[in-house]
T-cell receptor, first 116, second 112 residues
Framework: DTAVSQTPKYLVTQMGNDKSIKCEQN?????MYWYKQDSKKFLKIMFS???????INETVPNRFSPKSPDKAHLNLHINSLELGDSAVYFC???????????????FGEGSRLTVL | QQQVKQSPQSLIVQKGGISIINCAYENTAFDYFPWYQQFPGKGPALLIAIRPDVSEKKEGRFTISFNKSAKQFSLHIMDSQPGDSATYFCAAGEDSSYKLIFGSGTRLLVRP
């Protein structure tokens, strides 16, 4: 049983298009994240939601909009895609150990986005 | 700005050798230092983690050494095996922040 699942696994699209990536976790965690991994493997946090509330919103373009319909789902919508958006996007989840500390991150297998 | 600096970028070790990956941080508020392991086509997975109240933590062949005064920590993989070939990320987190800051990763190749 997959703990954190993302769809699609691969996404190839043209510049200017709008696309979404979906994430679901069945671990019962209360916190979910989106990370971006660039071509040099650098992992950078983008957003985090705790029980549908946005708790981390890093400096990313407004074209990126996360949505959490419930605590088991976190989707990422990207408008007007640019070449620089090409990357692997990882969803992750964790327990919120306290009001300020998260526990172990469980990552999905990633969604590779290629913008042509 | 790179809050967690990781080196080397890549590492080749013979089977049975010791792999050593180093990380340095700047923010003295960091108090949680995990290492994640990532195999090709997979997401990173927690390998081992340490908090600054101890200087070393060992789990099987994997050991974290932590030097609080130098603001450095390292991962040692003893008796490295080809199955250890992966990308390793150090990370740091702090109280009052939900974020983990990741290093830039080290690609480890263990030759048979």
């Amino acid at each position: 049983d997959t703990a954190v699942s993302q769809t699609p696994k691969y996404l190839v699209t043209q510049m200017g298009n709008d696309k979404s990536i979906k994430c679901e976790q069945n671990l019962g965690h209360d916190t979910m994240y989106w990370y971006k991994q660039d071509s040099k493997k650098f992992l950078k946090i983008m957003f985090s939601y705790n029980n549908k509330e946005l708790i981390i919103n890093e400096t990313v373009p407004n074209r990126f909009s996360p949505k959490s319909p419930d605590k088991a789902h976190l989707n990422l919508h990207i408008n007007s895609l640019e070449l620089g958006d090409s990357a692997v996007y990882f969803c992750a989840s964790s327990w919120l150990v306290s009001t300020v500390r998260t526990g172990e991150l469980f990552f999905g297998e990633g969604s590779r986005l290629t913008v042509l | 700005q790179q809050q967690v600096k990781q080196s080397p970028q890549s590492l080749i070790v013979q089977k049975g050798g010791i792999s050593i990956i180093n990380c340095a941080y700047e923010n003295t508020a960091f108090d949680y230092f995990p290492w994640y392991q990532q195999f090709p086509g997979k997401g990173p997975a927690l390998l081992i983690a340490i908090r600054p109240d101890v200087s070393e933590k060992k789990e099987g062949r994997f050991t974290i050494s932590f030097n609080k005064s130098a603001k450095q920590f390292s991962l040692h993989i003893m008796d490295s095996q080809p199955g250890d070939s992966a990308t390793y990320f150090c990370a740091a987190g702090e109280d009052s922040s939900y974020k983990l800051i990741f290093g830039s990763g080290t690609r480890l190749l263990v030759r048979p």
